[in-house]
């Protein structure tokens, strides 16, 4: 899954209209402690090229004021191995899959405010694969874990209703099942890993 600028530049937007406040108060925890919230990587789904097809909803609970749990459902297809580093290879469709992957499944989040508003969280999904060839034939079916590491950043908005995190993340693939062939060559010239993906989350409480 690839995020351009789209995210950085809808938080650079909002940036100064917001105040900016601590993580929740006691108070605002009891009072509000659930959200629902989604990702701006949605709106890649208005490109007319290897559109992601992406959806997201997550379902949240503020433990504390500083720990936060939160169940996310998502669906998505991708073209290329997701290890393949920021660069020129990145847009290169000689490294693209010989169809695409289509995922879908849930995560378990957990989220820790370590100062004011930075936060660190972890996402650990579980992620069931469609292997789908250019004729658009279901070839193979598989499984993944798929984790994301992630350093953000939490801005309240209209008095604590609504809320972005813009983040930078690192995502990793401990665990999948053996992919076709064609799709296999392709995937392992890459890591498990990829560095310095781009977020943006935004939400409501109640």
Same mark, same amino acid.
């Given at each position: ?19 900016? =406040? ?9 009072? &509000?402690?659930? @959200? ?19 959806? !997201?909803? &997550? ?21 290329? +191995? ?8 990145? %847009?290169?469709?000689?490294?693209? @899959? +010989? ?11 957990? !989220?820790? =405010? ?14 069931? !694969? %469609? ?15 798929? &984790? ?17 995190? +813009? ?30 993906? +781009? ?6 409480? =109640?």
């Amino acid at each position: 899954m690839r995020l351009n600028s789209t995210a950085l530049i809808i938080s650079i937007l909002c940036f100064p209209f917001c105040k900016l =406040f601590a993580q929740y108060t006691l108070e605002e925890t009891k009072s &509000n402690p659930c @959200f629902i919230s989604s990702s701006a990587f949605m709106l890649m789904n208005l490109s007319s090229y290897e559109t992601p097809e992406f959806f !997201q909803v &997550n379902f949240g609970y503020r433990i504390t004021t500083k720990d936060v749990v939160s169940l996310e459902l998502k669906t998505w297809r991708y073209f290329e +191995p997701i290890g393949i580093p920021h660069g020129k290879l990145k %847009s290169d469709p000689k490294e693209n @899959f +010989p169809g695409y992957i289509r995922e879908k499944g849930f995560a378990i989040a957990y !989220q820790r =405010f370590i100062w004011k508003r930075f936060y660190a969280a972890i996402h650990v999904m579980n992620a069931w !694969q %469609s292997f789908i060839d250019k004729k658009g034939n279901n070839i193979d079916n598989g499984f993944q874990i798929f &984790n994301t590491y992630r350093l953000g950043y939490h801005i309240k908005l209209f008095k604590g209703k609504f809320f972005i995190e +813009p983040s930078l993340a690192i995502t990793h693939r401990p665990y999948h099942t053996t992919m076709p062939e064609s799709f296999r060559i392709q995937d392992e010239k890459y890591s498990k890993f990829f560095f310095g993906e +781009p977020g943006l989350h935004f939400g409501f409480n =109640f």
